[in-house]
């Protein structure tokens, strides 16, 4: 059977839909959902409904339960490092919260990657840290915040990867999902701060001259920045 052309924008609004009303708690722990149902309610076939049921499933927000049909879970059950449950719940009302715990993470796992990214980072790499800062340096400027938020993204995603450690590269996506987060939601200066730019300069010079102890003290002093900052923000 040949599939409708706009059969997977409705499977990503449907998921989207659910998956936001889930996080924000509308959809509460227990609920229980139908294929019927969320095809009544966002008119969609069966067949996109399932889709979306699918993902939602794989990222633990949901679970398929015979005789009883779809529940919703608990918070404890999801997949909190899946992006896309991320972006869920960064737009919710507990935005701040999340944000927090996600830098509390990152605070345990960035300056690591740094340190390790001081002896074992490419040319290229570095080269590609450097370019990313040159890039915040005009964007930041500018105030052009999409464009900055992409640099930032590359460069965290970069210094990952630079880790050499394939479990910290594998968590560019969840920082880049943090880091959208604070822009897209107003929770980023229209100018970013230009002593937080000279902090990724600091971490891309001490990477590429081979400085594991400043490379993870500057990147840790970049996550403390941005919580301190995000801990400030009125409730």
Do not use: C
């Amino acid at each position: 059977m040949t599939r409708s052309p706009g059969a997977p924008a409705l499977h990503g609004s449907v998921l989207d839909a659910l998956g936001a009303a889930i996080a924000a708690g509308r959809l509460a722990p227990g609920s229980v959902l139908t294929l019927e149902s969320i095809g009544q309610e966002y008119a969609v076939s069966r067949s996109v409904a399932r889709e979306a049921v699918r993902v939602l499933e794989s990222m633990g927000l949901i679970a398929s339960r015979r005789r009883v049909g779809l529940t919703v879970r608990e918070r404890g059950d999801w997949n909190v490092f899946d992006p896309q449950v991320i972006r869920w719940r960064l737009a919710g009302d507990d935005r701040i919260a999340q944000l927090l715990s996600l830098s509390e993470l990152r605070l345990g796992v960035e300056p690591v990657a740094a340190r390790l990214a001081a002896t074992r980072a490419t040319p290229e790499q570095s080269r590609a840290l450097a370019d990313a800062v040159r890039d915040m340096e005009i964007h930041g400027t500018s105030g052009a915040l999409e464009e900055f938020l992409e640099s930032d993204q590359r460069f965290h995603r970069t210094l990952l990867e630079a880790s050499g450690n394939e479990m910290l590269a594998s968590l560019g996506e969840m920082v880049a999902g943090v880091l959208e987060g604070r822009t897209h939601h107003d929770l980023m200066p229209h100018h970013p701060k230009p002593e937080a730019i000279a902090l990724h300069d600091a971490v891309a010079r001490a990477v590429r001259t081979g400085d594991p102890d400043g490379a993870e003290r500057a990147m840790r002093a970049i996550i403390d920045e941005s919580a301190q900052a995000m801990a400030d923000l009125p409730e």
